[in-house]
């Protein structure tokens, strides 16, 4: 069943999904984080379905293209830099055995990433000007962002571990017919 024409068809499959919503974000900008997440989630199936190395370059195909098709190049840019590869490294850093140290190696590659997302989007897409006229909300801007995403981040990380187990109880089996 995991043979080659199956990957690449079902690779081609979740990109194209993939791609559908991230140019869904140019036509509904109010989920320009909504759909990336959701773009994110089915990456999952490409991990559970095939393997890492298979799902990675499903993440690179669908980042490349989607700065090309998306016209909000802000919802890419968050695709390209966490929602496309978290789920991916979702697997390994579930593995941490303390609890609490998982949790705050996730916190820190979230933040991280986010952080390089403010960054590349006020310096490389020009929003400097936007901050310098927004006086002190401007300085904090990173901070802000970051006391506002992470609450949403821990709901989206817990929220995996159900759509893992939602996908391999009821989804696949319906998908692949056996019930």
Known sequence: MKNISYRVALGGIISAFCLLAMFLTGV???LSFVLPMMTGILMLIMVNEVNVPWALLTYLAVGLLSLFVTYDKGSAMVFILFFGHYPITYRYLNKIPLRILRLLVKLA?????????????????GLQDLLEAAQDFGK?????LLAAMNPFFLMYDYSLDGL????????????????
Do not use: D, H, Q, W
Request: aromatic residues 22%.
């Open 140 to 144: 904090y801007g990173t901070i802000i």
């Open 164 to 179: 893992c187990e939602l996908y391999r109880r009821s989804l696949k089996p319906r998908i692949l017919g056996k019930r």
């Open 109 to 125: 590659v979230f933040n991280g990433c986010m952080i390089l997302f403010y960054y590349i989007n006020v310096y490389l897409f």
């Open 28 to 30: 509904f900008p109010a």
